[in-house]
């Protein structure tokens, strides 16, 4: 076993040195640092196209970086390192690894042909090795959890769409995974369900569940974020305590996206 799989009990949950991430001869992560500790909750905001999704998939090598490192948990991300050279991982030992990294994204992201309960069921059974009637005894907690209880047998075109994204938040925790990334999960629902997803986010955050959270929401961060960060153009900005950043940012262009939030 290498060093790097053996953290020290204060080192960070998640740690990224230097990402740089191109497309083509676009430079879209111009060298992010970041470091999130066991049960904190990271707000990340910034304009269109400043890179908060492509970092985010970097975290879990659905985005293959140009360079720098992610460790999760101590672990280097994506890349095994052998002698002194790092090479990728094959499919299997990456699922290995984003079994960890629970990931919610915008847009419902439910099996459509399975109900509730077998979205939520189904990965630990194949993959957590558990037998049916524990992930379904999971599943229906989590379930709970969600707000969604009893409705374990509802296909997702039944479901509105808050539902659904508190449905996909049970199902990404069904992993039991040690971080949960989030992709702007309520911008495209409407305004009325928005609410709903947010309240069970907060319910997870309180329990300790350590969260990065692209949002556009910033009575959300305030409330919830221990720490903001501001990215922009591929950099980050400015970065702080969640009440710092946003009632009173330093950078001008901090300033500059906050007013055109309000
Ligand atoms: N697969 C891709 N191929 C080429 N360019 C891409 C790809 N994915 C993202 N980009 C570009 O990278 C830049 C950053 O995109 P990204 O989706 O990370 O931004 P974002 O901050 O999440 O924006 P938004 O708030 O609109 O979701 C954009 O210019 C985008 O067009
Ligand atoms: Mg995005």
Same mark, same amino acid.
């Given at each position: 076993?290498?060093? /790097?799989? #053996?953290?020290?009990?204060?080192?960070?949950?998640?740690?990224?040195?230097?990402?740089?991430?191109?497309?083509?001869?676009?430079?879209?992560?111009?060298?992010?640092?970041?470091?999130?500790?066991?049960? &904190?909750?990271?707000?990340?905001?910034?304009?269109?196209?400043?890179?908060?999704?492509?970092?985010?998939?970097?975290?879990?090598? /659905?985005?293959?970086?140009?360079?720098?490192?992610?460790?999760?948990?101590?672990?280097?991300?994506?890349? !095994?390192?052998?002698?002194?050279?790092?090479?990728?991982?094959?499919?299997? &030992?990456?699922?290995?690894?984003?079994?960890?990294?629970?990931?919610?994204?915008?847009?419902?992201?439910?099996?459509?042909?399975?109900?509730?309960?077998?979205?939520?069921?189904?990965?630990?059974?194949?993959?957590?090795?558990?037998?049916?009637?524990?992930?379904?005894?999971?599943?229906?907690?989590?379930?709970?959890?969600?707000?969604?209880?009893?409705?374990?047998?509802?296909?997702?075109?039944? /479901?509105?769409?808050?539902?659904?994204? !508190?449905?996909?938040?049970?199902?990404?925790?069904?992993?039991?995974?040690?971080?949960?990334?989030?992709?702007?999960? #309520?911008?495209?629902?409407?305004?009325?369900?928005?609410?709903?997803?947010?309240?069970?986010? !907060?319910?997870?955050?309180?329990?300790?569940? $350590?969260?990065?959270?692209? #949002?556009?929401?910033? $009575?959300?961060?305030?409330?919830?974020?221990?720490?903001?960060?501001?990215?922009?153009?591929?950099?980050?900005? &400015?970065?702080?305590?969640?009440?710092?950043?946003?009632?009173?940012?330093?950078?001008?262009?901090?300033?500059?996206?906050?007013? !055109?939030?309000?």
């Amino acid at each position: 076993m290498s060093a /790097l799989s #053996t953290p020290s009990p204060t080192s960070p949950i998640i740690e990224a040195i230097d990402v740089h991430k191109s497309f083509g001869s676009l430079e879209v992560l111009k060298g992010i640092n970041l470091s999130v500790k066991k049960g &904190e909750v990271v707000c990340l905001l910034g304009p269109s196209g400043s890179g908060k999704s492509t970092f985010l998939r970097c975290i879990n090598h /659905l985005e293959r970086m140009t360079s720098g490192r992610i460790l999760v948990d101590g672990q280097l991300i994506g890349y !095994r390192e052998r002698g002194g050279t790092l090479h990728e991982m094959s499919g299997k &030992e990456l699922a290995v690894q984003r079994r960890d990294i629970g990931m919610v994204f915008q847009r419902f992201n439910l099996f459509a042909h399975q109900d509730a309960l077998t979205n939520i069921s189904q990965a630990p059974i194949l993959n957590r090795g558990l037998t049916r009637e524990e992930a379904l005894t999971d599943a229906r907690k989590l379930l709970k959890m969600v707000d969604l209880e009893g409705r374990g047998d509802a296909y997702p075109y039944q /479901l509105s769409g808050g539902q659904q994204q !508190r449905a996909a938040i049970a199902r990404a925790l069904a992993m039991n995974p040690k971080l949960m990334l989030f992709d702007e999960p #309520t911008s495209a629902l409407d305004p009325e369900l928005v609410g709903e997803v947010l309240g069970v986010m !907060r319910k997870l955050a309180s329990d300790g569940m $350590t969260m990065i959270v692209v #949002t556009h929401e910033l $009575t959300f961060a305030r409330e919830v974020a221990d720490r903001v960060v501001f990215m922009d153009q591929g950099v980050v900005v &400015e970065e702080g305590p969640a009440r710092e950043v946003l009632d009173n940012p330093r950078q001008e262009r901090t300033q500059a996206f906050l007013r !055109r939030m309000h």
